[in-house]
């Protein structure tokens, strides 16, 4: 019995002296947040650069009309959409331009991949 005891005496002697010999804790304060970064908007599109995007897309859109025309594969929907594209260029509405002009050459492309079906299954 004095043999267990004095185990025991040890291991409380050892653990009070290794929590005596630990360091303190050092509590950090939580970390601050960062300032709110600066949000810069994008500068507005140059309306020179635009317009002159909107021309380049309604040639495009013109020529690719006048294949599906000599082919006799032109869809109305592109030949309104060319139509749109011009009005809004002539408005100088030139984003409405450029998305009327991409829609009419996708259409007058689209009526070009159709002749390579046959007509009747």
């Known amino acids: 019995m004095l ?12 653990s009070a002296s290794a929590c005596a010999l630990r360091e303190p804790e050092v509590v950090t304060p939580p970390p601050q947040p960062a300032p709110p970064a600066m949000v810069v908007a994008p500068p507005p599109p140059d309306d020179t650069a635009l317009a002159e995007e909107a021309k380049a897309m309604l040639a495009q859109a ?3 009309v006048q294949r599906a025309r000599a082919k006799r594969a032109l869809w109305q929907k592109a030949w309104e959409d060319l139509v749109a594209s011009r009005q809004a260029l002539a408005a100088k509405d030139h984003a409405r331009a450029i998305r009327h ?4 050459s996708e259409f007058a492309l ?3 991949e159709q002749l390579a079906y046959p007509a009747v299954k």
């Open 101 to 104: 002009a991409k829609r009419a």
């Open 3 to 14: 043999e267990t005891s004095r185990v025991w005496l040890v291991v409380a002697a050892l």
């Open 110 to 112: 689209l009526g070009l």
């Open 62 to 64: 013109e020529t690719d």
